[in-house]
């Protein structure tokens, strides 16, 4: 396993259409995170799974915004009626078990979303 | 709420001399600190940590270095290359909960 992966790399869409994001984590890693970066910012952090369960998503910045992981492996995110301020980069990282508080998150290579 | 502060957007320095990236944070319950380099299209890629029980943590030529009664940390580069040249970010977590720096631009010149 060479990492944490997403698909696509990149995405452009027209405002009002959904786009669904695709992140497989490193494959024994149980937690899974989701992030937006916009230029000259640093990640922020949007929800986050353990296994299957969703554990917050109270800072998914809109219901317009929605991520599933039915099977505890791969996620998903999703953007409904998009907008032009939705462009931006979304990371998934993922992260092993069994390190307690002090977790390293490793990221993939993110999904460049541009909305016209 | 800007949690984790890089006041430097960017920095340049020599071949083969230090760099220093400093960060500062405000929430005294994070306890968990990193490093990431992050190229141009690309993910952010872990490169050092500290725990809040220690003051230092070494690797090879990144030390990172934590100030709690300040809260504030630092990454030195020594000797900077530079295939170092490159976006740095902090992060501070508390439980997990992760939060960034904007970042500093770091360009190491031949």
């Known amino acids: 396993d060479t990492g944490v992966s997403q698909d696509p790399r990149h995405k452009i869409t027209k405002r009002g259409q959904n786009v669904t994001f695709r992140c497989d984590p490193i494959?024994?890693?149980?937690?899974l995170y989701w992030y937006r970066q916009t230029l000259g910012q640093g990640p922020e952090f949007l929800t986050y799974?353990?296994?299957?369960?969703?554990?917050?998503k109270s800072r998914l910045l809109s219901d317009r915004f929605s991520a599933e992981r039915p099977k505890g492996s791969f996620s998903t995110l999703e953007i409904q009626r998009t907008e032009q301020g939705d462009s931006a980069m979304y990371l998934c990282?993922?992260?092993?078990?069994?390190?307690?508080?002090?977790?390293?998150?490793?990221f993939g290579p993110g999904t460049r979303l541009l909305v016209l | 709420d800007q949690q984790v502060k890089q006041n430097s957007p960017s920095l340049s320095v020599q071949e083969g001399r230090i760099s220093i990236l400093n960060c500062d944070y405000t929430?005294?319950?994070?306890?968990?600190f990193l490093w990431y380099k992050k190229y141009p299209a690309e993910g952010p890629t872990f490169l050092i940590s500290?725990?809040?029980?220690?003051d230092k943590n070494e690797d090879g030529r990144f030390t990172v270095f934590l100030n709690k009664s300040a809260k504030h940390l630092s990454l030195h580069i020594v000797p900077s290359q530079p295939g170092d040249s490159a976006v740095y970010f902090c992060?501070?977590?508390?439980?997990?909960?992760?939060?960034f720096g904007a970042g500093t631009r770091l360009t190491v010149k031949p």
């Open positions: 494959s024994e890693h149980n937690r």
């Open positions: 992060a501070a977590s508390a439980l997990g909960d992760m939060r």
């Open positions: 990282a993922s992260s092993a078990p069994g390190q307690g508080a002090w977790e390293t998150q490793y």
């Open positions: 799974f353990q296994n299957e369960a969703q554990l917050e």
């Open positions: 929430n005294s319950m994070f306890d968990y």
């Open positions: 500290i725990s809040s029980i220690k």
